[in-house]
């Protein structure tokens, strides 16, 4: 915009000159509605208000100011809700208590290994989920929700629970490593079409009867978990995060 | 009425029907161990009786899992303050529930009866009694982990309760895996199932006085309402354990030999164990051709005899033919024969070399060398054009071997042929360890 | 006000902690009306809850009734950006991207669901933070919201230990902690005493810049703050007006023991008749 109304003009507008035209008038609040330096132009020419100093003056601005609450329990909330917190917790006690099985059984198959992939699945559930998380629907209509705060959210149920299952599976973490993330982005992808907690049930239950019971019944590690099935992994995760990406405003709403 | 209310709108149908598709999706969807051996689930009554409990292993924490989900419905709904104002005692209250539970989850395990007796029907006729043992204990044992699913589900009431009670179920049925421990779960250990062995009769009541403990203390924590209640809730389940932990640690072997199985029912010259005693009709003829072809050799045998070969196993005299069916002579699962060539290969062989129980100490050499030493003599006696293996692929390249040895045999004049073959019968009577090199 | 003449004023103390205004705010609106609405169709469910509704809401304070089912917290939620439209078209401030609405929208569901340990001052700071205001501005804007709604005293104490009524004026003071355009509250008097009502009713007058939409059963309370009517009845608008004509509609034939109450019961039942 090469036009900017003059000093003189922008008194006259303020001041309700007379002998301002009434099409200049007009003009110059038309380009105040859309120019923010002649706005600000407007407000210099404004000169201290009495009625500002005498509020200014009331306003008892001595007092000592409350001491600053504690910020890191609130900054911690921004990563994990409260309502994540029981989840993440049970999940953790649950692969300690697969470790421990390990520990006095003598089987050849690790329960550690066998429930390492799915171990992130209730985590991200309670993440963004209408039933667990108490506080969905306001958060939902924030405008931080989203592809976002859900992958915040994911981020640390990810960086609670991998190093925990490094520690109590026995074997080297390519095995149940990329599944472990083709879980995680595979529920938030099902959850778009059919709610998160019911995509999480679902895979839950559908890794405990395809892969899990096969094991345990037939007493042999699972194929699936074997190195030469990560290009399947790989494949699935790049599926799942491409299904992700194209659905983001699915998060910005209600969960199903 | 509300037993019927119950059952349409509880976890029952869901728990009932779930049983049923996931026991068979396991049966049916794997290869598994419940297909093989001796006793296959849907061949045998034993099978059928002991099977279902090996899949225990994977369905009792869920079992668990679903009624500990059951028991939280009360609590996340907010009727408890409810339902406290009325006048009903709370057992009274609860009977409805458990009841539906309990018929949904029996109804799922008769289906799964049913669908298999009526295959095994057809199939098998012996019915050893201790089945109905093994049957009750399953029963008691599902009801057992219902009631006390319910019940750690009304005592802990968070939406955690169901996975973390249903993992500590799995983890505990992993550590117990080896050793007594096992009994005090409804698992069964698979390597235990054979038609010739049943259940010992004192695991058995054990068992079953262990979960019926477990029933009554799982009863006692859906009806308790203060926490003293539910501290004499955990009385059954205390007086259980002390009854039967010592019985328990105090078993050697859980199962113990069924003389019933092992009975021979003989059509004259050709003897099978009363287990087996469908099978007859099918190895009759091949079992008398092999013994025509056999005659020429001396002491040449005169009859077939399925034998059950245990600890310190060793062949029989040399005019019986030994016949393992659904194991092989060391007591592992094999697989039956049916088709009449395989059954008469089989049999020579077992006359020409019979085997004796091995426990893998000799190694891969002497393996192979037994086998050629087998495959050649079995094909002198039948005429046959060369070495006479089941299946010449699963060898690879140590069929050249089989070949080479085929070779070396045929430039040998008639008569040496069949010195050496009866050397090596002899051998192979007693147990010696290089039979190939007798042949050689 | 410029930017430069706020912080000039602010050398005046060292503690206080003054609002800058930005040229954004001050702003004239390029926008007739916050809400518009045109053949808005929501389903909740299986049902179409909200079946062409035409909205056209500026600022104010808008009651929005109607009988139980006739879709007000679909059409709230789908104001609220919660829920997608099934059809028609909605436009929020002007046709601004959903998280610009959403900057600037204040929201507080029927069934508020908060969490039990947060304190309320916590959980105002973690919504103003979910609602992108700046870092620095979030504990004044927290305050200001507490103390705006009368829970001063009690900011420091845990949701838990908070009477219903406290916890969903907690709930008001998230939804105005950032000053919205958009103020949307869905049964915001569920719980509150007759004096709590009042102050409720008082602060919505006080709030002249905002386009507010509140849904609520009681009818007093839409006759006493709202300027504007909207009635609802089986996902269509049936009435929209002052809420005088709502009142002068009913005759002492309906139901109802006042003019308000006559005149909603004279509405719903003709839109029933249709």
Known sequence: MTWHASPSLLRGYRTKDPTLRADAVWAVEVHLETCADCRAGLAAEVGPDPLL?????????????????RRRWRWLATWATPAMVPWLATTALVTVIAFLADLVGSTSVSLALL?????????????????????????????????????????????VLIPLLALTTWTSPVRWLLPCLVFTVATLALGGFVGVRRAAAGLLAAWSVFVVAPSLLIASPPAVLEPSALVGWAAALLLCATVVRLRADVYMRLDR | MILRTELRRSAAPVVGVGFVVVTFALIYGLSGPWHKGTAPWNEQWTGLAQWPRSLMMFLWPLVLGAGAWQGLRDKRSHVTELLGTTPRPSWRRALPLVGAMLLAMFAGYLVVLVVGGVQVAAHASYFPTASFAVVGVM??????SVLLGVGLGRLVPSPLTPPVVAILALAVQIAAQNGWPLLLTPAFNGLDITVFTTVAPAVSLSQTVWFLGIGATGFGLVVAVRARHRLVALLPVAVAAGVTLPALSGVDSVVVADPGSRELLCDKDVCVTRAHESYLTTVRAPARSALTLLRNLPDAPTSVVEIVPDEGYRPPPANVVPMFVGLDASGYPDSFLTQPADIERELVGNAVVPECRRDGSDGWEAY????????VAVGWATGAAGPVVDDPSSWGDEYDRFERAWAAFTTLPANEQRDRVIALRAAAHDCQHNLLSILA | MTKAMTTAMTNKGDNSMPRVVTDAEVAPATYPFEIEATGLRVRAGRRMAVDGVDLALTTGVHGLLGPNGAGKTTLIRALATVLRPAGGELELLGGAGTREIRRRLGYLPQEFGFYRRFTVREFVEYMAWLKELPTADVPGAAQRAIERIGLADRADDKLKTLSGGMVRRAGIAQAIVNDPAVLLLDEPTAGLDPAQRMQFRELLRGMTDTCVVVSTHLVEDVAAACTDVVLLDAGRVVFQGAARELAAAGTDADAGDSPMERGYSAIVAMGGAR
């Open chain 2, 368 to 375: 192979v060398g037994n086998a050629v030493a087998r495959a």
């Open chain 1, 115 to 159: 429930l390492a992939p799915i171990t992130p699945v209730a985590g991200v559930a309670a993440a963004w989920a209408r039933g667990i998380d108490p506080a969905h629907e306001i958060v939902a209509a924030t405008p931080r929700a989203g592809l976002y705060l859900i992958l915040r959210r994911t981020l640390a149920v990810l960086v």
């Open chain 2, 139 to 144: 029963v008691l044992a599902l009801a057992g």
């Open chain 1, 53 to 69: 100093d005498q509020v200014w003056a009331a306003l008892d601005l001595d007092h000592e100011p409350a001491p600053a609450p």
